[in-house]
């Protein structure tokens, strides 16, 4: 099976820099993707990795290590509309699904 | 951007009653999902499917649910009698690819979901 770890919540305030990490555990691991949803709403796509190093897309970037089997979604200059639970998901390579994490409630404070 | 659209947007219905959700995938997506949430919980893969069949499915989606593409452009989840415990927001996902290149971007649209209340 699989296992996947992130902080339940997480509190910054606008303008700040914020690091949500993920670790996780599974067999035949394919990639890390990052979603982002506010309110119960869909989850919207924000990054994915399936190579080690940095994806960069505008104020947020997302990282991985397979070594390591961490990764890490950052958010920079943080507005107010970022306020929303990012959810990490692993695909595996023997399966067309997404496994998400639980999820990481951030909170943008002015 | 092309969008997944899913109907209705709530349902409501009695317990053993049956109730069929509506998906409307991205047309050139090859792929596609259902996932649920319960309130306050993680996103949780129900099934995908394929080429007009099943290609994954978890312990939730047993006998008593069951997908259909009916024609080109929908994809229905019926769950045939419903539990209380089915009570939960219900996401259809699509995806134009899987798996194919490991560097790619595989992403997944999701539609805004069809609330479901069980009573």
């Known amino acids: 099976g699989q296992s996947l770890e992130q902080p339940s919540e997480v509190t910054a305030v606008e303008g700040a820099i914020v690091q949500i990490n993920c670790t996780y555990q599974?067999?035949?691991?394919?990639?890390l993707s990052w979603y982002q949803q506010h309110d119960g709403g869909a989850p919207t796509f924000l990054s994915y990795?399936?190579?080690?190093g940095l994806e960069e897309t505008g104020r947020f970037s997302s990282f991985l290590s397979r070594s390591d089997s961490y990764g890490y979604l950052l958010l920079q200059e943080l507005q107010m509309k970022d306020s929303a639970s990012y959810f990490c998901?692993?695909?595996?390579?023997?399966?067309?699904?997404?496994?998400f994490g639980s999820g990481t409630q951030l909170t943008v404070l002015p | 951007e092309p969008e997944v659209t899913q109907t209705p947007s709530h349902q409501v219905t009695q317990m053993g009653q049956e109730v069929i959700l509506r998906c409307v995938p991205i047309?050139?997506?090859?792929?596609f999902y259902w996932y649920r949430q319960i309130l306050g919980q993680k996103v949780e893969f129900l099934v995908s499917?394929?080429?007009?069949?099943?290609?994954?499915k978890s312990e939730i989606f047993d006998d008593q649910f069951s997908v259909e593409r009916p024609d080109g452009s929908n994809f229905t989840l019926k769950i045939r009698s419903t539990k209380l415990e089915d009570s939960a927001m219900y996401f259809c996902?699509?995806?134009?690819?899987?798996?194919?290149?490991?560097?790619?971007?595989?992403?997944?649209?999701f539609g805004s979901g069809t609330q479901l209340s069980v009573l």
């Open positions: 599974t067999s035949g691991f394919y990639g």
């Open positions: 990795n399936g190579l080690d």
């Open positions: 996902a699509s995806s134009e690819r899987w798996g194919q290149v490991i560097a790619t971007n595989e992403k997944l649209f």
């Open positions: 998901a692993v695909l595996e390579s023997s399966a067309r699904q997404l496994t």
């Open positions: 499917f394929y080429n007009n069949e099943i290609s994954e």
């Open positions: 047309s050139n997506h090859l792929y």
